[in-house]
T-cell receptor, first 113, second 110 residues
Framework: DVKVTQSSRYLVKRTGEKVFLECVQDMDHENMFWYRQDPGLGLRLIYFSYDVKMKEKGDIPEGYSVSREKKERFSLILESASTNQTSMYLC????????????FGPGTRLTVT | AQSVTQPDIHITVSEGASLELRCNYSYGATPYLFWYVQSPGQGLQLLLKYFSGDTLVQGIKGFEAEFKRSQSSFNLRKPSVHWSDAAEYFCVSGTYKYIFGTGTRLKVLA
């Protein structure tokens, strides 16, 4: 079974802190994704990566950056956390782009106070 | 712009009743279409997908969906709902990337 793990299920940070969310997949997938999930808005794509060191902006990249130094690991970085970044963050991976099934991690619920 | 609409935010059904969750997509060509389910506290899981061919698609857990090009719809159905089906369901359209609907939360009454 494909497994996507995220470093934390729950995280509480203060405004202005730098926050790292880690995601690891064990199926040698090329593509990895970061989404945020908010009630009534569904999932929105923040960034995705189609190869090591490659990244592309999604629909809502402002206030976020990403890092992919190894194929299995994709990190989301909040440079200076703000209260409007309080959300559920979901990581996913897939063999390819839209044609392929995406496998999701359990999510990290981030609260910024 | 490409979009996915799930008009029902919440749906409540009794256990054993039939279920239909609505989904409409907006795209010039036929996109790839998916239904995912998110059970409480868990990540999303793929129920079924449509790329081309037979417009009635069978998925896991007894779900099926029918693609209707004339209506730009891809509705999810299940003949008899179980209490464990209570979850949030997302319709997804994929071309270059995934576009998610806003989700439908299903409540099942015992």
């Amino acid at each position: 079974d494909v497994k996507v793990t995220q470093s934390s299920r729950y995280l509480v940070k203060r405004t202005g802190e730098k926050v790292f969310l880690e995601c690891v997949q064990d199926m040698d997938h090329e593509n990895m994704f970061w989404y945020r999930q908010d009630p009534g808005l569904g999932l929105r794509l923040i960034y995705f990566s189609y190869d090591v060191k490659m990244k592309e902006k999604g629909d809502i990249p402002e206030g976020y950056s990403v890092s992919r130094e190894k194929k299995e690991r994709f990190s989301l970085i909040l440079e200076s956390a703000s209260t409007n970044q309080t959300s559920m963050y979901l990581c996913a991976s897939s063999l390819g782009q839209a044609l392929y099934e995406q496998y999701f991690g359990p999510g990290t619920r981030l609260t910024v106070t | 712009a490409q979009s996915v609409t799930q008009p029902d935010i919440h749906i409540t059904v009794s256990e054993g009743a039939s279920l239909e969750l609505r989904c409409n997509y907006s795209y010039g060509a036929t996109p790839y279409l998916f239904w995912y389910v998110q059970s409480p506290g868990q990540g999303l899981q793929l129920l079924l997908k449509y790329f081309s061919g037979d417009t009635l698609v069978q998925g896991i857990k007894g779900f099926e969906a029918e693609f209707k090009r004339s209506q730009s719809s891809f509705n999810l159905r299940k003949p008899s709902v179980h209490w464990s089906d209570a979850a949030e369901y997302f319709c997804v359209s994929g071309t270059y990337k995934y576009i998610f609907g806003t989700g439908t939360r299903l409540k099942v009454l015992a």
